[in-house]
C-alpha cells in the first residue's frame, strides 16, 4: 500500500448495517471492504491511520476523566474548523462504564464556520446515537457556549434556532446530563474531529463502490398475523421483497411505545413481554391475570396496566418499572373507556405526567411516582383532558354541557404556581364529545366539537365544529371554513406551524390554515375524510377511506403542487414512513374479513410495494425521530428522481385550485331510454362521490383512446423498472448526513486507531 494512497485518512469503518453495504459487520476484523480498487483490511486501515498526516507528538490528558454511571454510555464531542469559515468536521466517542469504546466516529460537515460546526457536531452525534445505540447518555464537550444552549441556561442565537430544535428533539428522550470540559480531557474527540476534516477530501474523485442508502437509518415494518407477530426491513427493499429480520412470534397484541425503542407484546391474557426494538431482544416478561388494557410510556420507561375490578379497594390501575419489573403506582379504577384511557398521560419527554380523576386533573413526579399525587388542579365537571407532547407544559381539559350550562374547553399550564386560572376558554353549547390536538411547541391547541344530534336536520350523524385556541390568549373561536358540513379530519404538520382540515358535506373540502387560521392552500375537492402530513411537513396525502372508494392524493406542501393521484380501495389504517417518502396503506381484519394486505406509495402516489395475506390484524411502520434521516430533499435525491403521473393534466391546472374530480368522459351516442329516477340516482352518485356514476357504454373511438392510454403507462412502467440503478454513488450528495462518517466500534480496533498517548486518564 502506497503511503500517499487516497485512502491513508480514513480513520477505520467495522460498524454494520447490511450486507454489501460500505460498513462492515459487528465484531468482524476478518471482514474486508471493497474500496477504490482493492481490498482494505482493518489493520491496513489502522496502519494508514498511524502513518497519516498527523506527525505532532499527542499531549498526554493530565485532567481527570471520570466514566459515566454503570448502565449509561458517555458522548465525547468534538468538532474542528480550517479557518473560520472553511472545511470543517466532526468526531465523536461513545464510552461505557468501564472506559470501553463502545462506538466512535469522525466525518465531514462542510464548509462551517468553527460555532455552526459546533452545533452540526452535537446534532450528528445525537443523530449517530439514535441510529446505532439505545440507552441514557451523558454528554461532553469543550464548547462553554454550545453546551449552555443544550442545558437551555441561554438562548441560541436566532440562526441556530433551527438546528437546536432538531438536536432538543433526539435529545430530550436520551440525554440526562450536558457537561462541559476542559479541552485536554476531549483529546480523542479532538483527535477524530482532524480526520473528519479530512475526509471531505473523500468525496472528491474518489471511487465508492458502495449503495448509498447503506448507511441510512432503516425503516422497519410489523406485520401480525393470526399466528403472531413478525418485522421485516423497510424500503427500499433488497430484490424487490423485504426481509424478515424478527421471524413470528405467536401474540394476541403488540404495538410500539412513542419513539419506537420498545415493543409491547401481549403473549395471551396474562402474559406480557417487552421486546428492545434495537436488537429484538425480550426485556422483561409480566404475568397479570385478566389484564384488559396496556400500554407503553412513550420512551418505553413504564408499562400501564389495566384490569377489571372484583372490589372497590382493588386497585386495578398499575404503573410499572420495564426494567426492574416492579410497580411504582396503583390506583383503582372503576370503568375504562377510549377517553380515560391511557389513565395517565405522559409527555413526550416523560417529564410531565398526570390522570384525570373526579372534579380534578391529578400531577405526579415523573421521576418517582412513590411520591404518589404532588399537586391537584381543581377543575369541576372535567371529563376528558389532553396533556401536550413536546413539551409537556400545558394540559387541555373539557367540561361537557351541564344544567344549561355551555361545555367548554380550557387550557391550563402544568406548572402549579400557574395553575391558578385557565389561560385559554372556548365554551359551546350542543357538545356531548371533543378531539384536542396539541401541536408542535405546545402553543396551540385544535378542538374538534362533536354532538350526537344535529338540529338543523342536515345531517343523520350529528354536527361538528372545529375551534382554535392559543395559549397565549390570542385566539379563542371557531376556525372560518369555506363549506358546511362536518369535519372529517384535522392534523398539524410537523414543524406546529400549520394545519389541514377536511371539511364539508361530500365532496369535502381541504384546507390549509396557518397557526392565525389564515387559510394558506386550498387543496380542492373530492371524496376524502382523511388527512396524513408527511413526518418532515414536506408532503401531505388526502384520502377517502372507511366508507369512501380510497381516491388519494399527494400532495408537495412546500411546492403547492398536487404531486399525483391513486385509489387503495378498501383500506382501514394508513401512515407515513419516519423518514416522509413511503406511505403504506392497510386492509385488515376484523374489519375486513377478505382482500387483506399492504400497499406502499412513493411520495408521489406511485405504487412501490403490495403484498396480500390471508388474514392480517396489523400493519405499522416501527417509530423513529424523523430528524435521524436528514434533509427530505437530500433522501429524495438517494432514492432517484420518480415520474409523476398524470404530470400534463397537473401542470394545466393552478395548485391552489385543482379539482380532485375525475375527467370527464367523452361525447358519446345516444343510448338506450333510461327512466329518471335511475338518471336521478346517478346524478346523487356524482355529487356524493365528486365522479362519474355508472359507467356507459363507450364509443368506439373513446374505447380505443382509452386502450391506448393503457398501453403507454404499462411501457412507461417497464421503462422504469429497466432503468439503471437509482442510487448515486457520490457521497456529496448526502452532506451533513450519515454516508460519510467513518466508525470504530470494537476496543480492539479503536486501540490501533486513536494513538495511546490521547488514551492516557489520570
Known amino acids: 500500500m502506497e503511503r500517499h494512497a487516497p485512502w491513508r ?10 450486507e454489501d453495504s460500505w460498513i462492515m459487520g459487528w465484531n468482524s476484523p476478518s471482514t474486508y471492504q471493497l474500496f477504490g480498487d482493492a481490498f482494505i483490511s482493518i489493520s491496513q486501515f489502522s496502519n494508514c491511520i498511524l502513518d497519516g498526516h498527523h506527525s505532532r507528538p499527542a499531549t498526554p490528558i493530565t485532567t481527570p476523566w471520570l466514566p459515566p454511571l454503570v448502565g449509561r454510555l458517555k458522548l465525547n464531542l468534538d468538532d474542528s474548523s480550517l479557518g473560520n469559515l472553511g472545511p470543517a468536521g466532526n468526531g465523536g466517542v461513545f464510552l461505557n462504564a468501564d472506559d470501553q469504546i463502545v462506538l466512535a466516529y469522525a466525518g465531514p460537515l462542510g464548509t462551517d464556520d468553527s460555532t455552526l460546526a459546533e452545533v452540526n457536531g452535537v446534532l450528528q452525534g445525537m443523530r449517530i446515537f439514535h441510529t446505532h445505540l439505545v440507552g441514557e447518555l451523558k454528554v461532553e464537550g469543550d464548547s462553554k457556549n454550545v453546551i449552555g444552549w443544550c442545558r437551555q441556561t441561554s438562548a441560541p442565537p436566532w440562526r441556530f434556532v433551527y438546528l437546536f430544535r432538531d438536536i432538543f428533539s433526539l435529545s430530550t428522550s436520551c440525554v440526562h446530563e450536558w457537561s462541559c470540559i476542559p479541552r485536554v480531557a476531549n483529546s480523542i474527540a479532538d483527535f477524530l474531529a482532524k480526520e ?20 441510512l437509518p432503516s425503516l422497519e415494518i410489523l ?13 427500499p427493499f433488497q430484490n424487490g421483497q423485504p426481509s424478515v429480520k424478527k421471524e413470528r412470534v405467536s401474540c394476541t397484541s403488540a404495538k410500539y411505545c412513542e419513539n419506537g425503542s420498545r415493543l409491547l407484546v401481549m403473549k395471551n391474557d396474562s402474559t406480557i413481554s417487552i421486546y428492545d426494538s434495537h436488537n429484538s431482544a425480550e426485556i422483561k416478561s409480566f404475568e397479570i391475570p385478566s389484564v384488559q388494557a396496556t400500554t407503553l410510556s412513550p420512551l418505553g420507561t413504564y408499562l400501564l396496566t389495566f384490569q377489571k375490578a372484583s ?18 403506582y396503583q390506583q383503582f379504577q372503576k ?31 415523573a421521576a418517582d411516582f412513590s411520591k404518589g399525587v404532588i399537586y391537584k388542579l381543581r377543575v369541576p365537571g372535567v371529563a376528558a383532558i389532553e396533556l401536550s407532547k413536546s413539551p409537556g407544559s400545558h394540559v387541555a381539559a373539557f367540561v361537557a354541557e351541564s344544567k344549561g350550562i355551555p361545555a367548554s374547553v380550557q387550557i391550563f399550564s402544568s406548572a402549579k404556581e400557574l395553575q391558578a386560572q385557565p389561560l385559554a376558554r372556548r365554551s359551546f353549547f350542543r357538545c356531548s364529545t371533543v378531539q384536542l390536538h396539541w401541536n408542535l411547541g405546545a402553543s ?11 338540529k338543523t336536520n342536515q345531517s343523520y350523524y350529528g354536527e ?19 363549506k358546511d358540513g362536518p369535519i372529517h379530519d384535522v392534523q398539524w404538520s410537523s414543524s406546529g406551524s400549520e394545519f389541514a382540515v377536511v371539511y364539508g358535506f361530500m365532496p369535502a373540502k381541504a384546507t390549509v390554515f396557518d397557526k392565525k387560521c389564515n387559510p394558506l392552500l386550498e387543496l380542492g375537492t373530492g371524496p376524502y375524510n382523511t388527512v396524513r402530513w408527511n413526518p418532515k411537513g414536506k408532503f401531505l396525502c388526502l384520502a377517502g377511506f372507511g366508507n369512501l372508494p380510497g381516491d388519494m392524493a399527494f400532495w408537495d406542501y412546500s411546492e403547492k403542487k398536487l404531486l399525483g393521484t391513486t385509489k387503495a380501495e378498501c383500506s382501514v389504517t394508513s401512515e407515513w414512513s419516519p423518514n416522509g417518502l413511503y406511505f403504506m396503506t392497510a386492509t385488515t381484519a376484523p374489519r375486513l374479513q377478505v382482500d387483506n394486505g399492504i400497499k406502499i406509495f ?19 411502520w416501527k417509530p423513529a425521530a424523523s430528524e435521524i434521516f436528514g434533509d427530505i430533499n437530500e433522501l429524495i435525491k438517494a432514492v432517484g428522481t420518480l415520474k409523476i403521473e398524470d404530470s400534463k393534466q397537473v401542470q394545466g391546472s393552478k395548485p391552489s385550485q385543482a379539482s380532485m374530480k375525475t375527467a370527464s368522459t367523452p361525447v358519446q351516442k345516444p343510448s338506450a331510454y333510461r327512466p329518471p329516477h335511475v338518471k336521478q340516482a346517478v346524478s346523487v352518485q356524482q355529487e356524493l362521490l365528486g365522479g362519474s356514476g355508472a359507467s356507459e357504454e363507450m364509443s368506439k373511438n373513446a374505447l380505443r383512446n382509452k386502450k391506448r392510454r393503457e398501453k403507454q403507462k404499462e411501457k412507461k412502467a417497464a421503462d422504469a423498472a429497466a432503468a439503471p440503478d437509482m442510487f448515486p454513488t457520490n457521497s456529496s450528495t448526502f452532506s451533513k448526513d450519515l454516508t460519510e462518517y467513518y466508525y470504530i466500534d470494537t476496543a480492539e480496533v479503536a486501540d490501533k486507531a486513536i494513538p495511546s498517548a490521547l488514551k492516557t486518564r489520570c
Open 464 to 482: 361538528s365544529k372545529l375551534n382554535y385556541l392559543t395559549t397565549d390568549g390570542t385566539h379563542e373561536g371557531l376556525v372560518p371554513l369555506r
Open 335 to 365: 370503568n375504562m373507556t377510549k377517553t380515560t384511557w391511557p389513565s395517565i398521560q405522559f409527555s413526550s419527554d416523560e417529564a410531565v405526567a398526570c390522570r384525570l380523576a373526579t372534579n380534578e386533573i391529578q400531577f405526579f413526579d
Open 602 to 620: 412513493h411520495y408521489n402516489g406511485s405504487l412501490y410495494f403490495k403484498k396480500m395475506f390471508n388474514k392480517l390484524y396489523q400493519a405499522d
Open 223 to 235: 406485520a401480525r398475523e393470526p399466528e403472531g407477530f413478525s418485522i421485516w426491513s423497510g424500503p
Open 196 to 215: 473528519g476534516v479530512h475526509l471531505i477530501d473523500l468525496s472528491k474523485g474518489s471511487k465508492l463502490l458502495m449503495s448509498a442508502m447503506g448507511t
Open 444 to 454: 396551540g391547541l385544535l378542538s374538534v366539537a362533536q354532538s350526537d344530534v344535529d
Open 9 to 18: 485518512k480514513i480513520v477505520v469503518t467495522n460498524l454494520g448495517v447490511e
Open 311 to 328: 372490589t372497590p379497594q382493588e386497585k386495578n390501575i398499575t404503573l410499572w418499572n420495564v426494567l426492574s419489573g416492579t410497580a411504582v
